[in-house]
């Protein structure tokens, strides 16, 4: 007889299959983009997961908030912000902040933390202060692209890093970039153009938020840590 080996990625997609199998209920997840190109290898993550039901939405101007127009709340189990508006009126500040009263889980990545920089409750949302230009007594924030840094893990149990090691990844930092005293961190670099912690989760009103800082692509997308790490934090914020 002939053993075959199977990959850990392999038994995982294999498990979500009989899991859906069994009648088990997608997340709808609501992906928002908008304010900021993206290699299309990004839409790569989302396939194959017969455990999510997912819906792409785009700001139309892309500087805007147009996707919260309408409400979104009640069609959703959990949001991930992959966009970088500026502006958001007060009906769509009412639209997006029903999301958090209704405990609709939020997943901020990448670009996303520097979106709304003048709405100082995304920031409070976030955990995260910045400014682009320098404004409120801040510093300009820095980027970096196409930098080889580590992500260690912090040494905390939380469902965000199940199944995740530390890793390496080549990616874009960000620096000149403050969090708030009482974010949980649960991922950290020690490279000098980073933010020291770059995935942490919060919590907002009656919702969970999962922030991960890297995440420019492409070559991030195909890492299977890195997926395993958004595939967590979706479950995590979604209460599934």
């Known amino acids: 007889m002939v053993a075959h080996r199977v990959s850990r990625r392999a038994v995982l997609g294999i498990a979500a299959a009989a899991g859906m199998a069994r009648g088990a209920t997608p997340v709808r997840l609501l992906v928002v983009t908008g304010g900021h190109e993206f290699d299309v290898s990004f839409w790569g993550?989302?396939?194959?997961?017969?455990?999510?039901?997912?819906?792409?939405?785009?700001?139309?101007?892309?500087?805007?908030?147009?996707?919260?127009?309408?409400?979104?709340?009640?069609?959703?189990?959990?949001?991930?912000?992959?966009?970088?508006?500026?502006?958001?009126?007060?009906?769509?500040q009412q639209h997006f902040l029903a999301l958090?009263?209704?405990?609709?889980?939020?997943?901020?990545?990448?670009?996303?933390?520097a979106g709304l920089q003048q709405w100082s409750?995304?920031?409070?949302?976030?955990?995260?202060?910045?400014?682009?230009?320098?404004?409120?007594?801040?510093?300009?924030?820095?980027y970096q692209h196409d930098v080889n840094f580590d992500l260690q893990r912090v040494d905390v149990k939380h469902p965000v890093l199940e199944g995740?090691?530390?890793?390496?990844?080549?990616?874009?930092?960000?620096?000149?970039?403050?969090?708030?005293?009482?974010?949980?961190?649960l991922m950290v670099t020690n490279h000098a153009t980073s933010i020291p912690v770059v995935v942490?989760?919060?919590?907002?009103?009656?919702?969970?938020?999962?922030?991960i800082q890297p995440g420019h692509g492409p070559q991030i997308f195909g890492s299977p840590h890195f997926r395993r790490l958004l595939a967590n934090a979706i479950v995590w914020v979604s209460r599934q």
């Open 100 to 113: 958090f009263e209704r405990g609709v889980g939020v997943v901020i990545l990448h670009h996303a933390l």
């Open 45 to 92: 993550i989302f396939k194959d997961r017969p455990d999510w039901k997912m819906e792409p939405r785009a700001h139309e101007p892309a500087d805007t908030c147009t996707v919260y127009d309408r409400p979104v709340a009640p069609d959703f189990d959990a949001v991930l912000l992959y966009d970088m508006p500026r502006n958001i009126t007060e009906v769509q």
């Open 164 to 185: 995740v090691p530390s890793f390496s990844v080549l990616d874009e930092t960000y620096g000149r970039m403050y969090h708030y005293p009482d974010i949980q961190p």
């Open 121 to 142: 409750t995304f920031e409070e949302m976030t955990g995260l202060r910045m400014r682009e230009k320098g404004e409120g007594g801040l510093p300009p924030y820095t």
């Open 200 to 211: 942490w989760s919060r919590k907002y009103k009656n919702s969970r938020l999962a922030m």
